[in-house]
Every structure is written in structure tokens, then in C-alpha cells.
């Protein structure tokens, strides 16, 4: 049973940081490209970053230079360190697992607001 259990979201005011982490359990996580996702209300997902098995990244225009996502294949996990912390950046962010052969999960989601 393949499981993405999300954590490190909460209340944080504008300006600062926080680091979120995805855990992964049933995949072999070096095989998949991992990536975390917002979706803010009223708004569609939208991509915040991703990390390939080959240590490639892509991030949003909106989080470059801000966000910076990482993983330790030995322990399973992904790391989404944010800084600069703004509160449109305020959603709900999932982390998602994607194999080469399409296959894709996503764990439940933790909530991030910025606010004052």
C-alpha cells in the first residue's frame, strides 16, 4: 500500500519560514519524480515544485528563489524548505510521487497560512 504522509505545515507570519516533509512508504521512492502542489480556495492545483531522480528541478515563478525542494532517498522523504514566506503562498500543499510509467500519488495535504 503506497502512502505519502505530508507534515511541517501551519500558522507562520509573512516573511518567515517553514519546511514541510513528505514521507513515503510502498514505492520504491529513487524510482519516482517527486513534486509538491498547492491548491488554495477557489483555485485550481497548481505545481510548486519538482524534483526528478536525477536531481533536476523545476518551481514555479512564483517560489523561485524563495522554495527549495530536496530529497533524501534514504529515508523515504521530500522536503519543501520555504522562505520568504508571503500570504498568497497561503493553500493547502500535497506531495506527489510519478513514476516514468505514469503512475502517480498523492498524500492528503497540510495547511500552510501566512498571515499577520
Known amino acids: 500500500q503506497v502512502q505519502l504522509v505530508e507534515s511541517g505545515g501551519g500558522l507562520v507570519q509573512p516573511g518567515g519560514s517553514l519546511r514541510l516533509s513528505c514521507a513515503a512508504s510502498?514505492?520504491?521512492?529513487?524510482?519516482?519524480?517527486m513534486g509538491w502542489y498547492r491548491q488554495a480556495p477557489g483555485k485550481e492545483r497548481e505545481l510548486v515544485a519538482t524534483?526528478?531522480?536525477?536531481?533536476?528541478?523545476n518551481y514555479a515563478d512564483s517560489v523561485k528563489g524563495r522554495f527549495t525542494i530536496s530529497r533524501d532517498n534514504a529515508k523515504k522523504t521530500v522536503y519543501l524548505q520555504m522562505n520568504s514566506l508571503k500570504p498568497e503562498d497561503t493553500a493547502v500543499y500535497y506531495c506527489?510521487?510519478?513514476?516514468?510509467?505514469?503512475?502517480?500519488?498523492w498524500g492528503q495535504g497540510t495547511q500552510v497560512t501566512v498571515s499577520s
Open positions: 506527489n510521487a510519478e513514476s516514468s510509467y505514469g503512475r502517480s500519488y
Open positions: 510502498g514505492i520504491i521512492f529513487s524510482n519516482y519524480v
Open positions: 524534483l526528478t531522480t536525477i536531481s533536476r528541478t
